[in-house]
C-alpha cells in the first residue's frame, strides 16, 4: 500500500512484572484502545526487559505474567482484529536489532539516561542496555509516533539520538520519532506518596502504593480511603496539595468530565467525600475489566493463538527490516546485497 494511504504506525508496550495499575490504565491503555483506529497499533508484552534483574522474576513467574499482561490488554479493550498484541521475545529482530545499536551507542550516552535499578544488587549489563532495547522496539517498526506519558520524553529523545546516529554512520533508515505525549492524566502519582510517581515495583513492596487493575472491592477502598492528603480542606485543580490534586486528576481521568464540573460537584464537600466518590468511580471502572479479565484468562488457547497471530503479523514488518538494516551495516544477507 503506497505509504501516504497508511494509517501513521505506533508501537507500544509494557514490561510483564508487577501489577498493572489504575495508573498505567488512565495513562497508557485507555489511550492505546482509543489510538485503534486512527493509527497502525502494535501493543507488545515486553517480556525481554523483565529478565534484566533475574533474581527478580523466575521462569514460570514470568511466562504466567506474560499471559496476564496480555489478557489485561485484552480486557481493558484492545481489539486484536484492530491491532497487532504480540509478545517481544517471539519477534527474534528486537533483539537482533538490539546488539546493532548497542554497538553504535557510546557508554557515557547511555549512563546519563537515569534508570533506577530495582535489583537493590548493582546493576546489569541488560539494564543499562534497556534504553537501546527501547531503541530497537521502535526503530524496528519504522514508526513516525511513540504514544508515551511524560514520564518517557527523555527515551524517546533517545531514541531519536540513536536513529540520527544510524542514519550517519550506515545509510538513513531510522525515522526519528515524535512523542505522542497524552494529556489527560497523564500522570498518576503514589496513593501513598503524591511526590512519586505510582509504580509497580514500589506497589509491589509497599501495600496503599497503588491500584491494582485486579484489585478486590476491599482493596480499593482500603488504599483510596487511606491516600495521603493534606490537612486543608480545599479542592480546587489548581490549589490543592500533591496528595488531592492527585486524586482529582484520577477522577478527571476515569469520568470524562471537564475540571470545571467536577470543582463544582465538590464544592464545600470534604476529603472523604472526594474519595468515596472516587472508590465509586475506580470499582465501576475496574468491575467490567476484571470480568473480561477472568473470562480471557481462563482460555489459554483462545490467549495464545491471538498472541501467535500477532507475533506473525509483526515478523511479517521486522523481518525485511531488519535485512535491510543488516545489509546497511554490511552483514550478507540472504535478500540482495548492497555491493
Ligand atoms: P510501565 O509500568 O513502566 O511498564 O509503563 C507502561 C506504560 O504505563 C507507559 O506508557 C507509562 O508511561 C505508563 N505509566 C506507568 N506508570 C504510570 C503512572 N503512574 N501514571 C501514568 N502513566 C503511567
Redesign the pocket.
Known amino acids: 500500500m503506497p505509504a501516504e494511504q497508511r494509517r501513521k504506525r505506533i508501537v507500544?508496550g509494557?514490561?510483564p512484572t508487577g501489577t498493572l495499575h489504575i495508573?498505567?490504565y488512565?495513562?497508557?491503555l485507555k489511550s492505546w484502545v482509543g489510538n485503534q483506529d486512527q493509527y497502525e497499533c502494535l501493543f507488545l508484552v515486553a517480556d525481554m526487559y523483565a529478565i534484566k534483574n533475574p533474581e527478580a522474576i523466575d521462569a514460570a513467574k514470568l511466562r504466567e505474567k506474560t499471559l496476564e499482561f496480555a489478557a489485561l490488554f485484552l480486557a481493558c479493550g484492545i481489539d486484536p482484529n484492530k491491532s497487532t498484541i504480540f509478545i517481544q521475545s517471539q519477534v527474534p529482530a528486537h533483539a537482533q536489532l538490539a546488539w546493532v545499536l548497542s554497538c553504535l551507542t557510546p557508554l557515557e550516552r547511555l549512563q546519563r539516561q537515569v534508570y533506577e535499578s530495582e535489583s537493590g544488587g548493582g546493576v546489569s549489563t541488560g539494564l543499562l542496555l534497556l534504553p537501546v532495547l527501547l531503541a530497537a522496539d521502535i526503530l524496528l517498526y519504522d514508526t513516525g509516533f511513540v504514544p508515551?506519558?511524560e514520564?518517557?520524553r527523555q527515551h524517546v529523545e533517545f531514541v531519536s539520538y540513536i536513529a540520527r546516529r544510524f542514519n550517519s554512520l550506515y545509510a538513513p533508515l531510522m525515522k526519528s520519532p515524535q512523542p505522542l505525549i497524552r494529556k489527560k492524566g497523564?500522570?498518576?502519582m503514589g496513593l501513598d506518596d503524591p511526590t512519586v510517581?505510582?509504580?509497580?515495583s514500589i506497589g509491589a513492596t509497599r501495600k496503599g502504593h497503588m491500584i491494582g487493575l485486579l484489585d478486590s472491592a476491599g482493596d480499593i477502598k482500603n488504599a483510596i480511603m487511606s491516600a495521603a492528603t493534606d490537612p486543608g480542606n480545599t479542592i480546587s485543580f489548581k490549589h490543592s496539595k500533591a496528595g488531592v490534586k492527585n486524586l482529582l486528576v484520577l477522577y478527571e481521568a476515569l469520568s470524562g468530565m471537564s475540571r470545571a464540573d467536577i470543582e463544582k460537584e465538590l464544592k464545600d464537600k470534604s476529603y472523604e467525600l472526594l474519595k468515596k466518590h472516587l472508590v465509586d468511580l475506580v470499582a465501576d471502572t475496574l468491575r467490567p475489566i476484571q470480568q473480561k479479565y477472568y473470562q480471557i484468562r481462563d482460555n489459554t488457547d483462545y490467549l495464545e493463538a491471538i498472541l501467535a497471530t500477532g507475533a506473525e503479523h509483526a515478523r511479517k514488518i521486522a523481518d525485511p527490516r531488519i535485512e535491510m538494516i543488516k545489509g546497511a551495516v554490511g552483514f550478507r544477507t540472504g535478500a540482495k546485497n548492497l555491493d
Request: glycine share 16%; no cysteine; charged share 15%.
Open positions: 507500544s509494557s514490561q495508573g498505567n488512565v495513562g497508557a508515551i506519558g514520564d518517557q497523564t500522570l498518576i510517581k505510582m509504580s509497580k
